[in-house]
């Protein structure tokens, strides 16, 4: 049972334009939803996070939307840049008496073209 | 500030060995986790922690102990390597989880 889900296994975009990853989960009793990056050989890179109670957050060119009526959350690279070429995984957190959990999608492979 | 170390960096077991995989976290974090990353599968919880002496199991805990005695280290034992558990192993620290997990380097593990 896969409560987190990320359809597209990869995305090419042209350097400049803006890339979008999506996200589906199913457990409404998720409360953070969180981006991460992934290069080769290293360990994966904390981008962005949204609490449930928004919709929205934005740091810098990163902009995450969260629809929860649909239960989808998007992340927005804008402009992108060639060094964003990476691993994009999606994760979602329960807290249960203090203890988080987070639950991770299966990770979009996104390559940024000159 | 070294962030999350994790040794050794590869491992090859035969069937049926054991071997302990550590985690070091210098940012005094509460929060550590062990996950396991497979292709196609994304990251895997494994075993969590909410501070020393407190762990609990994740979505595959089979095959591995872990145990919490400081806040500074969480290592993660696997009892009797089988194929299955070849993969790349994350250990990872939080202070919370709006600041997000501080993932180590990863552990890429084949056993034969």
């Known amino acids: 049972d896969q409560q987190v889900k990320q359809n597209s296994p990869s995305l090419s975009v042209q350097e400049g334009r803006i890339s979008i990853l999506n996200c589906d989960y199913t457990?409404?009793?998720?409360?953070?939803f969180l981006w991460y990056k992934k290069y080769p050989a290293e360990g994966p890179t904390f981008l962005i996070s949204i609490s449930s109670i928004k919709d929205k957050n934005e740091d810098g060119r990163f902009t995450v939307f969260l629809n929860k009526s649909a239960k989808h959350l998007s992340l927005h690279i804008v402009p992108s840049q060639p060094g964003d070429s990476a691993v994009y995984f999606c994760a979602a957190s329960t807290s249960i008496q203090g203890a988080q959990k987070l639950v991770f999608g299966q990770g979009t492979r996104l390559t940024i073209n000159p | 500030n070294a962030g999350v170390t994790q040794t050794p960096k590869f491992q090859v077991l035969k069937t049926g060995q054991s071997m302990t995989l550590q985690c070091a976290q210098d940012?005094?974090?509460?929060?550590m986790s062990w996950y396991r990353q497979d292709p196609g599968m994304g990251l895997r919880l494994i075993h969590y922690?909410?501070?020393?002496?407190?762990?609990d199991q994740g979505e595959v805990p089979n095959g591995y102990n872990v145990s919490r005695s400081t806040t500074e280290d969480f290592p993660l034992r696997l009892l009797s390597a089988a194929p299955s558990q070849t993969s790349v192993y994350f250990c990872a620290s939080s202070e919370g989880v709006y600041y997000g997990y501080t993932f180590g380097s990863g552990t890429r593990l084949t056993v034969v």
């Open positions: 457990n409404s009793m998720f409360d953070y």
């Open positions: 922690s909410v501070g020393a002496g407190i762990t």
């Open positions: 940012m005094n974090h509460e929060y």
